[in-house]
């Protein structure tokens, strides 16, 4: 019998790199991560990335608000 677990929500900030990939990482989950050549493709691969990294955390791990992105420039 499949189990239901409680839908969740998470940021993810999504860049593009060097060589056009998108790469997005979900702040909340220390080590998720994934890329793909297209949005769509990014955030289904990305779902999948939380599921995976949602099995080896604490299933109680809070999320927090999102409050915005900066841009910074030093040097």
Do not use: W
């Not at 056009?20 to 080590?31: E, I, M, T």
């Amino acid at each position: 019998m499949k189990t239901t677990r409680k839908k969740r929500e998470f940021s993810v900030v999504i860049e593009r790199d060097t060589e056009g990939f998108y790469v997005a990482s979900v702040p909340a989950l220390s080590g998720c991560h994934t890329q793909a050549k297209s949005l769509d493709l990014l955030m289904r691969r990305t779902g999948e990335a939380i599921d995976l990294c949602l099995e080896e955390t604490d299933p109680h791990l809070p999320t927090n608000e999102f409050i915005g992105v900066q841009r910074i420039a030093v040097g």
